[in-house]
């Protein structure tokens, strides 16, 4: 069973940045991507970012294109979201995932291992 942990989160004004990381306990060749997902108070599961452990591939949604970045360490077994020029608006619990499906997706039924998520609170 692959066990995801996510660590990172944290209070920060709004304009500031935030990076966040996700342990992978030990990576298959199965697993062709990781994505992360935030879910906001009384709001549903939403795609951020996902990239492929091989190739340059990623894909954001279009609320936080040009300001988060995700990339990978595969000697570390590590995915991680640098979030910069943060708003408001980016409060939620972050999640990462593992997708197992060939091809970068923003489907959350495409990703079938999850992390508990960490708390990014974003002030005014």
């Known amino acids: 069973q692959v066990q995801l942990v996510e660590s990172g989160g944290g209070l920060v004004q709004a304009g500031g940045s935030l990076r966040l990381s996700c342990a992978v306990s030990r990576r298959t060749s199965s697993n062709y991507a990781m994505g992360w997902f935030r879910q906001a108070p009384g709001k549903e599961r939403e795609f951020v970012a996902a990239?492929?452990?091989?190739?340059?591939?990623?894909i954001y949604a279009d609320s936080v294109k040009g300001r988060f970045t995700i990339s990978r360490d595969r000697a570390n077994n590590t995915v991680s979201l640098q979030m910069n020029n943060l708003k408001p608006e980016d409060t939620a619990v972050y999640l990462c995932a593992a997708s197992y499906k060939f091809g970068l997706t923003t489907r959350q039924y495409e990703y079938s291992n999850w992390g508990q998520g960490t708390q990014v609170t974003v002030s005014s």
């Open positions: 990239i492929p452990w091989t190739g340059s591939n990623t």
